[in-house]
C-alpha cells in the first residue's frame, strides 16, 4: 500500500485484499481494491471560497406533476431546501425540464454564485413554477452541461428529479447525450411517484457516475435533496481515475466498483499509455469505495511470481503534464502446487463476488415477473434472498420481503407475492445495486 498527498488536498489511500496463489496453469487473478480518502472535510473549509463546486438542478415540470399536486410542491419544497444547503461561493442554477429546458434562475446562460442574496433569489423564482408539457431529458442535460461548461470549478454536479418516462425524445438522442456529458459533470437521479422508468433513471446515474433512487412519497423529496446536496458539498476532487497498468501478456478481464454500489466499468477504459488504462471514479469527498479487479496473466509454473497489476488513483494533469499519482497498490500472482493454498477464496472476493451477483438475480427476477415466469421469478428472486441472508445485506432483504413470501431465507426457498405495491417494486429494482461492505476481521 502506498499514498501520496499534497497537505491541503485529501489523502487517498489503496489497499489490496487477495489470495495471490494460483495453481499451476492458473491465468485469472482476482483482486479487491480499497480505495479511502481522507482530509477532505478541512480542505473543503479551507477551500470554500475558491468557489470548488458548480450545481445544476433540473426538475421536472411536466404535466404529469401535477397529478397530485403534491408532486409540483414537494419538488419546489426539495429544490428551495438544496438552494439552502449550497456552501457560500458555489455557482448555480436551476433548471425547468418539460419537452424543452428551461432555465428558472439565474436565466440569461448564466450561473449564480451562492450567498444570502442569491439564495433567496432562487427560492423566489421557485414560485413561479408549473407543470405542463411532456418529457424530454436529454434537453435538460444538455441545458445543464452548457451552464456547467461555463465553471472552472473542480465539482461539476448536476441534480435531476423526474416523474415520468422519457416520452417525447427519441432514445438515441439521451444516449447519444449521456456519451457526451460523461466525464464533464457527474450527476445525481431520483424519481418521484411511480410512474417513471427505472431502468432510465438508473442509467442516467450510472453513465454520469452518480446516485439513483426512488422517492415514492414527495413529502419526503426536501430530506433526500437536503442530504444529496450536502454530498456534493463535501466533495474535494474530481475526476480521479483508477489506473491499472498490467505487465506484457497480461490484459484486464474486467474492473467493477463493488461498494457501495455495484457499477461495472470495464467498458469505460481510456488508453493512458504502454499498457495502461483509466477507469473513471468521478468526485470524491472523505469516503471508501472497493473495485473488483480481474486480470488475466500468462500461465507459468510452481514457484514463479509475478506483478499482474498495479492499481493507481490518478488525476489527470494539465496540457503536457503527466498525472498526478494519489495513491497505489499492487496486485500479485504467485502459482504453487499447494492444493489448500490456490483453492482458498479471499474473503472480500467472495463477499462482494455474492453482492454482484446477488444485484443480478434481483433485476433477473423482476424481469421475469414483469414478464409472468412465476418460476424463473421464484428462482431468481429466492436466490437473492438466499444471498441476501448469507452475506447480512439486512436493507436488501427487507426490500426482497415486500416482493416475496420467505419460506427459508437460508435455502432460497420463497413464494411470489400475488400482489406487490410498484413503489415496494421500484424501490427494489432501484436499489438492487446497493451492496454491503465486507465485515472486517
Known amino acids: 500500500m502506498a499514498n501520496f498527498a499534497k497537505p491541503s488536498a485529501p489523502r487517498f489511500s489503496v489497499e489490496v485484499y487477495q489470495n495471490e496463489f494460483l495453481p499451476q496453469g492458473g491465468q485469472d487473478v482476482h483482486a479487491i481494491v480499497t480505495v479511502t480518502s481522507t482530509g477532505g472535510a478541512a480542505a473543503t473549509r479551507a477551500s470554500a471560497d475558491r468557489g470548488a463546486a458548480a450545481v445544476v438542478i433540473m426538475v421536472d415540470c411536466s404535466g404529469s406533476m401535477e397529478y397530485p399536486p403534491e408532486k409540483m410542491r414537494g419538488a419546489c419544497e426539495a429544490t428551495a431546501a438544496a438552494v439552502d444547503t449550497l456552501r457560500d461561493g458555489t455557482s448555480f442554477a ?59 470549478a473542480a465539482i461539476r454536479h448536476g441534480i435531476l428529479l423526474t416523474d415520468g418516462r422519457n416520452e417525447h425524445e427519441d432514445p438515441a438522442r439521451l444516449r447519444a447525450t449521456l456519451e457526451a456529458c460523461a466525464g464533464r459533470f457527474t450527476c445525481d437521479a ?45 466533495k474535494e476532487v474530481a475526476d480521479v481515475a483508477l489506473r491499472l497498468w498490467t505487465p506484457v501478456g497480461a490484459e484486464v478481464r474486467y474492473v467493477k466498483q463493488v461498494a457501495p454500489a455495484v457499477q461495472d466499468l470495464t467498458a469505460r477504459r481510456t488508453e493512458a499509455g504502454p499498457r495502461a488504462g483509466d477507469y473513471p471514479t468521478g468526485s470524491w469527498g472523505d469516503e471508501s469505495r472497493e473495485y473488483h479487479v480481474c486480470v488475466r496473466v500468462p500461465s507459468a509454473g510452481v514457484g514463479q511470481e509475478m506483478l499482474a497489476a498495479r492499481a493507481s488513483l490518478v488525476l489527470p494533469g494539465a496540457a503536457g503534464e503527466p498525472a498526478a499519482v494519489l495513491a497505489q497498490g499492487l496486485v500479485r500472482a504467485v502459482w504453487t502446487d499447494d492444493l489448500a493454498a490456490s483453492t482458498a477464496i479471499s474473503p472480500q472476493v467472495a463477499h462482494y463476488t455474492g453482492q454482484a451477483e446477488l444485484a443480478q438475480a434481483i433485476q433477473q427476477g423482476l424481469e421475469a415477473r414483469k414478464l409472468g415466469d412465476v418460476d424463473g421469478a421464484t428462482a431468481k428472486l429466492g436466490r437473492a434472498v438466499q444471498l441476501a441472508s448469507v452475506s447480512g445485506n439486512a436493507d436488501t432483504a427487507k426490500l426482497l420481503a415486500k416482493v416475496v413470501e420467505v419460506v427459508d431465507a437460508a435455502a432460497g426457498t420463497v413464494r411470489l407475492k400475488a400482489k406487490v405495491a410498484d413503489a415496494d417494486e421500484m424501490t427494489l429494482e432501484t436499489r438492487s445495486t446497493q451492496t454491503v461492505r465486507v465485515k472486517k476481521t
Open 94 to 152: 436551476v433548471i425547468a425540464g418539460t419537452h424543452v429546458a428551461g432555465e428558472v434562475y439565474p436565466g440569461q446562460g448564466r450561473l449564480a454564485v451562492a450567498d444570502p442574496v442569491t439564495r433567496a433569489q432562487a427560492k423566489e423564482a421557485l414560485r413561479g413554477l408549473s407543470a405542463g408539457g411532456g418529457t424530454a431529458i436529454g434537453t435538460w442535460l444538455r441545458l445543464a452541461d452548457g451552464l456547467l461548461r461555463q465553471s472552472s
Open 190 to 234: 431520483r424519481g418521484v411517484g411511480t410512474d417513471w422508468e427505472v431502468k432510465e433513471v438508473t442509467g442516467i446515474a450510472s453513465a454520469l457516475l452518480g446516485s439513483a433512487d426512488i422517492v415514492a412519497d414527495p413529502a419526503h423529496l426536501a430530506g433526500d435533496f437536503t442530504q444529496m446536496m450536502e454530498n456534493v458539498m463535501g
